[in-house]
């Protein structure tokens, strides 16, 4: 068997629920680079945050005066966002914890393996028979998505009634970096959603109706 042969076989494995050895490994890793980046992350935004704060508002924060209702209104929104951002999260939870998403057998995949699948879900490329319960496993969890992404509206709504309340200027330019990739993950997402939905309706587990 080639590499990417082994590859196909352990994604297979674990999403069987088979033990194999070399696939567990290779999750492991996986795992523990997703945390790294994930980690990475945090700090980036947090600090490309503070950056911003001490750049365009030269480190102050005190109040602009704005008027009752206006601030009322901005601390009505984003209690509102940020609570619903906390439903989001549990939701995203839920359906990661049921669609194994942190078990998911693609992550056992090369990049290129991963592309296949994923355009195989999208309708722009034929999977393999064999490969079906895989590339069903992607669609399952490309429809999860909407709760993250519902999250991260919640957010940006949230940082939205903080800068209506306080429009000083780095919440403002916070708000504006923010919903860049708001605006352009949204329809992105929906459209993988909706192409995953189609692939899970002409491909349904065996013996079980496509609407079911």
């Known amino acids: 068997m080639t590499s990417d042969d082994n590859r196909w076989s352990e994604a297979s494995a674990l999403l069987e629920r088979i ?3 070399a696939a567990e490994r290779r999750l492991r890793r996986w795992r523990v680079k997703r945390l790294l980046l994930m980690a990475v992350g ?3 935004g947090v600090a490309a945050a503070g950056f911003v704060f001490v750049l365009v508002d030269g480190g102050s924060s005190s109040a602009t005066g704005a008027p009752a209702w206006q601030v009322g209104a901005g601390y009505t929104l984003s209690t509102v966002a940020f609570a619903l951002s906390f ?3 549990r939701f995203q939870w839920r359906a990661n914890t049921r669609a194994r998403a942190w078990r998911s057998p693609v992550a056992v995949l090369t990049r290129e393996q991963r592309k296949e699948l994923l355009q195989g879900v999208r309708g722009t490329a034929t999977v393999e028979p064999a490969r079906v319960p895989l590339a069903r496993h992607l669609a399952e969890n490309l429809g ?9 509206a919640c957010l940006l709504a949230g940082w939205t009634g903080l800068a209506i309340a306080d429009p000083v200027p780095w ?3 916070f708000v504006g970096v923010l919903a860049v990739p708001t605006a352009i993950g949204w329809p992105l ?3 993988d959603r909706r192409r995953a939905g189609r692939f899970l309706d ?3 587990v065996e013996g079980r109706h496509p609407a079911g």
């Open 19 to 21: 033990p194999d050895e």
């Open 202 to 204: 002409a491909h349904p």
């Open 189 to 191: 997402m929906e459209r």
């Open 144 to 152: 999860n998505l909407r709760y993250a992404y519902l999250g991260q």
């Open 42 to 44: 945090l700090v980036t």
């Open 171 to 173: 919440r403002l330019v």
């Open 87 to 89: 439903v989001a999260i």
